[in-house]
């Protein structure tokens, strides 16, 4: 499976520079993976290996003049199939869009490509991003194994070794989830930090995100797409740095229990408080709500983050989705039906008492600035469900959306031999400040 590292990336990207190696070399390892693997993981739902390798040429001859476009030129990356690609098919997940040829790229795959990353293939995504799993994508560490989703193909293509790092897009918990269950990095940013345009949707919880084996490579995505198509309008583009920060340990974290505790496998439970006893034995201060008036009303407020999320996502998808309906309502999965008969049922009110409610889990996160340093919790109720039918319980995961803070799931935990993930939640544009804690965990744990 793909490692996680945070020091040297020598697997994912040698010094080209010093003609070591190049480019080319490297994408010819990852294709020679998924010759090995794709037919068992199922991660890819189209490839431009001619496209790739002219791509990775053009890096190469750059290296060897020494003029590199950007920090992850040569970087060979896969984009989530709900995001327009002028040279592949964009399905979003769903019949209703087979063959789909774009004819542009979205933000991202246009800002990858400015910056001379080789953009290997789409991996797949759930219908329109959302619960339904479109295509049979498997877990890498056990083939009867759900991988999550909604970035599905992107989480497995890395644990595999397909990739080094793939886009993926979260509103509810696809990246933060997925990367959970395959063992591997998974990163949102703060809301708007990257650009979306192009993506199959607009909801106001939409963000892009990295899954991958090294935290070097996610940083340096980041800032490489921020700077050649910036954030989400109106919104400040990443400014988390080219790198991480140095590794640093935190004064205070705070456990967020959130709603999934309830639900989460006695495993799960368990090896996440051995998790905290190690990083206190460290010095480390944990703040649980027992001890603090404010964490116990963050928790409280971020109780029914999931419900309300749901129903905020439902009403903003009215478009396009009850346009689909009517037209192509038998190409449509019984879920989808379902959310767009109760988006049509909610009124205007209905909306903007649910943004009211969302606001207030903001405002109860940022009463503790300053007093604690992120914020710890699971990324998943358990290992991986067996079975392709469900993606898996994102209990865990909204919070981070709601609260539009920066998350990411580390590939810290074990439950009977398969991967669950740490989450570690951060305040709004504190990215930078998320990394240096992140890394001091991959590290300490």
């Not at 890819?44 to 020494?66: C, H, I, K, P, W």
């Not at 940083?219 to 198509?229: E, G, I, K, L, Q």
């Not at 689909?324 to 205007?348: F, I, T």
Request: with cysteine; charged share 20%.
């Amino acid at each position: 499976m793909g490692a996680v590292a945070t020091g040297p990336i020598d697997l994912a990207r040698p010094d080209w520079l010093a003609g070591t190696q190049s480019p080319r070399d490297r994408l010819e390892h990852y294709l020679g993976v998924i010759e090995a693997r794709e037919t068992e993981v199922r991660a890819f739902s189209a490839l431009n290996v001619e496209g790739a390798r002219q791509a990775a040429d053009a890096s190469t001859a750059r290296y060897r003049a020494g003029r590199p476009l950007s920090g992850i030129d040569g970087l060979v990356i896969g984009v989530k199939d709900n995001l327009e690609t002028l040279d592949m098919p964009t399905t979003f997940g769903s019949p209703i869009f087979a063959g789909y040829r774009p004819e542009r790229d979205s933000a991202i795959a246009f800002a990858l490509r400015k910056a001379g990353a080789v953009v290997l293939g789409k991996t797949t995504s759930t219908e329109f991003a959302s619960s339904h799993p479109f295509h049979d994508t498997r877990n890498p560490h056990d083939a009867s194994r759900t991988p999550g989703g909604s970035s599905s193909g992107s989480a497995a293509a890395v644990a595999a070794g397909m990739l080094p790092i793939a886009v993926g897009t979260q509103v509810i918990g696809s990246v933060l989830r997925p990367a959970g269950f395959c063992g591997v990095l998974g990163f949102k940013p703060t809301y708007g930090a990257l650009n979306k345009g192009g993506a199959s949707d607009a909801y106001s919880q939409h963000t892009l995100g990295l899954l991958a084996a090294h935290l070097a490579d996610i940083w340096a995505v980041c800032h490489a797409v921020a700077s050649f198509v910036g954030g989400d309008p109106g919104f400040p583009p990443f400014r988390g740095g080219a790198l991480p920060a140095d590794a640093r340990r935190p004064d205070r974290l705070a456990v967020v229990e959130t709603a999934g505790w309830a639900v989460a496998e006695p495993g799960a439970r368990e090896a996440f408080e051995r998790a905290v006893e190690a990083i206190a034995a460290q010095g480390v201060e944990i703040v649980r709500r027992a001890d603090c008036a404010r964490l116990d009303r963050l928790e409280e407020t971020i109780a029914d983050a999931r419900t309300i999320s749901l129903d905020i996502c439902r009403y903003e998808g009215l478009w396009p989705f009850s346009d689909m309906a009517l037209r192509h309502r038998g190409l449509m999965s019984e879920s989808m039906r379902h959310r767009v008969d109760v988006a049509e049922a909610m009124s205007p009110d209905d909306y903007i008492a649910l943004l009211d409610r969302r606001e207030a889990m903001r405002s109860a996160l940022l009463t503790l600035s300053g007093e604690v340093d992120g914020f710890l919790t699971l990324s998943n109720t358990g290992p991986a469900p067996v079975g392709l039918a469900t993606t898996g319980n994102s209990i865990f995961n909204v919070p981070a959306s709601a609260l539009r803070v920066p998350a990411i799931s580390l590939p810290l935990l074990r439950v009977d031999g398969l991967p669950v993930g740490l989450q570690l939640l951060g305040f709004p544009h504190q990215d930078r400040a998320l990394s240096s804690t992140a890394g001091w965990l991959l590290g300490a744990l």
